[in-house]
């Protein structure tokens, strides 16, 4: 079966992996962020360029060599859910700390999968759990208001730039076990 057709489950004729493997409208990069040096400001820039392995160039991330955490997304979507669990009418991208913001994309549906940022490839390496400095950034009750929405990690497989107003696509292999 080729690559573009296999499925996360071992039926992949059943139902369940169907509508999980079923389509979905890409997304796109309504922000990104940078952070060179811990407990610096988020400084935010129109592009990226990703290195395959590493992260973000510029970010503090970038020099960790293969971790998990070599990028971080966090859905638009989210930030207004968290914003009204803190009574806001906002919250800015750059106090979760996250490294893009995307718009109109479940990342939660890219879950053990890869996929493109622009011409970048990315691979779901985790979820990205609020930490205890949520308080610090948005005030009594930010990491409660940030859990179940603070976004996902991902490793870079193949570098390039991401730009304001990439596409986000999820690739239909699965991301290998293991």
């Known amino acids: 079966m080729p690559p573009e057709q296999r499925s996360l489950f071992p039926n992949p004729g059943s139902m369940l992996a169907r ?3 079923g389509p979905m409208a890409p997304g796109r990069v309504a922000w990104i962020g940078l952070r060179a040096v811990r407990r610096e400001p988020v400084r935010a820039v129109e592009s990226a360029m990703a290195e395959a392995g590493q992260g973000l160039q510029g970010d503090r991330y ?4 293969n971790g998990g955490r070599q ?4 859905a638009a979507e989210g930030l207004r859910a968290i914003a009204s669990y803190l009574r806001r009418d906002a919250v800015p991208p750059e106090r979760l700390r996250r490294n ?6 479940n990342l939660t549906a890219l879950r053990n999968r890869r996929f493109r940022v622009g011409g970048v490839l990315l691979e779901w390496s985790g979820d990205c759990h609020p930490c205890s400095r949520m308080d610090e950034e948005l005030g009594e009750g930010g990491y409660n208001a940030v859990r179940g929405h ?4 991902a490793r870079v497989l193949e570098g390039g730039v991401i730009r304001l107003g990439d596409a986000v696509i999820r690739v239909l292999e699965p991301t290998p076990p293991g």
């Open 19 to 21: 509508l999980i493997d």
């Open 100 to 105: 893009l913001l995307t718009e109109g994309i």
């Open 62 to 65: 970038a020099s960790r060599n």
């Open 71 to 74: 990028v971080t997304l966090v």
């Open 150 to 153: 603070g976004g996902i990690t």
